[in-house]
């Protein structure tokens, strides 16, 4: 289950965020093989873009344990990733597995299908950030197969 932390933010708030992950499909099998512990995600802050009226911009850490991985899952949003500590591996639906190290970045779009999101690494975290910008009350994320 997926672990989700609020700074600033009622509980429910945090919540929400999490609740598409209770539907979504399980994480990339590979990655629970030796029992993984779940991804923890921290929200960091929220606010409205005034130059974008109905749009807002959540900012979120993901903290991938050793051997962690995301359920497949989407975010009716543009999300801009970086890596911040360790290893990451990702791949959007029709596209090719990356492995992405500090200081790079990935984009998923509102139509794309997250198939991989894991920590490439068995023995060592890894952490990313991630600035989701959505329509103003949308869910974050959503389940996708």
């Known amino acids: 289950m997926l672990k989700i932390f609020a700074r600033g933010l009622p ?79 990702m791949q959007l639906k029709g596209g090719k597995e990356v492995t992405l190290h500090p200081g790079q970045t990935f984009y998923e779009g509102p139509d794309d299908v997250h198939t991989v999101g894991r920590n490439a690494s068995q023995t060592e975290p890894a952490r990313f950030l991630v600035l989701l910008v959505k329509k103003r009350g949308a869910p974050a994320v959503l389940p996708a197969e």
């Open 11 to 89: 509980r429910v708030a945090a919540g929400l965020l999490a609740a598409p992950f209770a539907f979504a499909a399980p994480p990339h099998p590979a990655a629970h093989a030796g029992k993984a512990a779940d991804p923890i995600v921290t929200e960091l802050m929220t606010r409205d873009l005034a130059d974008a009226p109905g749009k807002d911009v959540l900012m979120i850490t993901v903290d991938y344990p050793p051997g962690a991985a995301d359920p497949v899952h989407r975010h009716d949003a543009d999300s801009f990733i970086y890596v911040l500590q360790g290893s990451i591996v």
